[in-house]
């Protein structure tokens, strides 16, 4: 309790220093007239002047206890100022945090009180701002002044381990003090007051392994050779107290499980000292014997073993490796074994550990020593071929029977049993070749062609005669040589052209050759123009000598008027035993270009051009001429619209007393007034038939038309039919248009009518343009293709060519 006393008095001491100066008097200050005046005017109604008032705060305590469980609240302390005479006629206020929900001050004494509990762990301290007035004017009588409220700490709160329960690990064997972990313990109390926040760590669990440090919390081993092969996981259990570990401090706790890593203190060792083993003799080179272990107590890289075999006496037979996985060594075939030579090995195996740990060199060496002792088991094995395979050439289209290689086969048993020999069915399907079963010579059966198969692959079974069930087999590869039975030709369609200013010499083209035969790299060809040819050549054949060739010209001064396409014989020979040769032809093209040399057009117009004329004058002339058809037809149309309005009178033309009327009669396509059918034919005219564009009349009997049927005089038909329209008396009073269609039957002359006419005219044959020579040539083509243009642009194009 002196203690405590004795800090609250320097607590005090400190915020008299601090906090308190704001509250003491400051000399000079002067109060505004226009706010509040000083206040003793203000009550006896003195000068309205400036005047000093001193001030001075007065309070009894600024420190409330967290957790307070009373009944009444809290006192905290007192505030007083020296312009309050007691009198009742200064007011206090306060404000700032807290102030009327957790502070509450008596506006006549000062007094403060804390209307519940408070902690500090929440909030440490509360800042308020406190201020005297007039309680009559409620004029401030002072500036405001800020003070704090700080809330004294309890232990409440005991330490905790934030980050419990722990994982640690130390290796094994490790000497005593060595570190493993640092725990520490948080505690949630002032630790400027008191010991309430002052830790102190104990190990309740976990003695006399390890230990920690009192005040830092610090884990280290306090027994020395821990042995991870006798034990291999610790749980410690830590205490840490507040109060500096005296009675009555809060305490918490954690668990830390402790593990002992591995090191390498243990050698391997062997189960037994001797190991039998067998193989069979037929084991192929590179199988597995057998297998043997020696066992490490460590575990991870430290129990990783290596197996060497000790050279003696049968360890060149043998190999050994470690398997990864369960650190077993693999004892592997080297070379191949034979029981008639040797029925017995044995050899050393030592094995060491591969990461060793130089601490614990002094415990003896980390190795172990075991013997193996094999036996060779006696096989009857199938007979063995002299190579593996067997690669054999042979030219296609040899003669069959012909002989082009052997394979050879022996049984290596002690009993020395006769091979025969066969071909495998399944890679031979087309019987193309034959062995002999006895010496094992490889003969033909068929003609071979290499542009079908150039490669056979067969398989010879070899068979013991003492024992059939023992066999083996022999890749054969058959390679079948090419002869030369294909002549070359030109490697691709070649489009050559000849420009028509080309100089003497020049090479227009650069041309090769390909061939069916093999081999493709190493082919020879040659090329050369025929012996005999055109007296007057054109062009010639150059012979680069690397399997290309280049056609150059032998004049100047190529015309497309005169000759356009010239065609030239190209004779190629191929460099093989028998020399075969073939002629390929070149079209070469007379072309124009430009002055070097540049492609400018090979088509036919060109030829038709006059000199001098280039493709955009062409281009313009046809632009023009095109503009002026478009011209001339527009104005046909607007002359032919002119004239049918002028054909027309106008119904306002009342120049003339004339009554005009235009009615007409139906004419053909009026069916309704009249029978068509009837007029076209007489044969088809049906009794009682009465006329559709007047009423008949009852008295009135309708005349059947009088008319051969065998009659071919139409001119007599249409009289008669002519004087009965005339005279009949139930006509219309108008003009109407009877139409006579008849045209007779049976006519050996077929119908002449253009009505009946269902065919366009008869499409006129131009291939005589083809007969008037190269200029109208293009010409030609163009009517020969039956374009649907028309006539008249026929014309127009006909006449610029001309």
Known sequence: MLRRNCLLLFLCFLFEQSSCAPFQSRPGQEWPH????????????????FQRVKRGWVWNQFFVLEEYMGSDPQYVGKLHTDLDKGDSAVKYTLSGDGAGTIFTIDQITGDIHALRSLDREVKPYYTLRAQAVDIETNRPLEPESEFVIKVQDINDNEPKFLEGPYTASVPEMSPVGTYVMKVTATDADDPTYGNSARVVYSILHGQPYFSVDPKTGVIRTALPNMDREMKELYQVLIQAKDMGGQLGGLAGTTTINITLSDVNDNPPRFSKSIFHLRVPESSAVGSAVGRIKAHDLDIGKNAEVEYNIVPGDGGAMFDITTNEHNQEGIIMLKKPLDYETKKAYTFKVEASNAHLDPRFH???????????????????????????????????????????????????????????????????????????????????NELLDRESIAQHNISVVATKVNNPVLTSKVAVTVHVLDINEFPPELAMPYETYVCESAKVGQVIQVISARDQDLPQAGQKFSFKSPQEGVKTKNFTIRDFGNNTAGVMTLRVGFKRRSQEIYHLPVVIEDGGLQTLSSTGTLTIRVCGCDTDGSLLTCSAEAIFLPVGLSTGALIAILVCIVILLVIVVLYVGVRRQKKKETLMTSKEDIRDNVIHYDDE????????????????????????????????????????????????????????????????TSAPPYDSLATYAYEGEGSVAESLSSIESVKGETEEDYDYLNEWGPRFKTLAGIFGERSEMPQWSWFVILLFMV
């Open 34 to 49: 226009s706010q509040t005046g000083p206040p003793a005017a203000g009550r006896n109604g003195g000068s309205r002047g």
């Open 362 to 444: 002094n415990f003896g060496p980390f190795k172990d020593t075991a013997t193996v002792k094999i036996n060779v088991l006696d096989v009857d094995e199938p007979p063995v071929f002299s190579k593996p395979s067997y690669a054999m050439d042979v030219y296609e289209d040899t003669p069959q029977g012909t002989i082009i290689g052997a394979v050879t086969a022996q049984d290596l048993d002690a009993g020395n049993s006769p091979v025969r020999y066969s071909i495998d069915w399944k890679s031979d399907l087309d019987s193309f070749f034959d062995i002999d079963p006895v010496r094992g010579t490889i003969s033909t």
């Open 665 to 728: 009669g139906g004419g053909e396509e009026d069916t309704h007034a009249f029978d068509m059918g009837t007029l076209r034919n007489p044969k088809v005219i049906k009794e009682n038939m009465f006329r559709r564009d007047v009423k008949p009349e009852l008295g009135l009997c309708p005349r059947r038309p009088v008319a051969s049927q065998n009659s071919a005089d139409i001119s007599n038909f249409i009289s008669l039919r002519l004087q009965e329209h005339e005279g009949d």
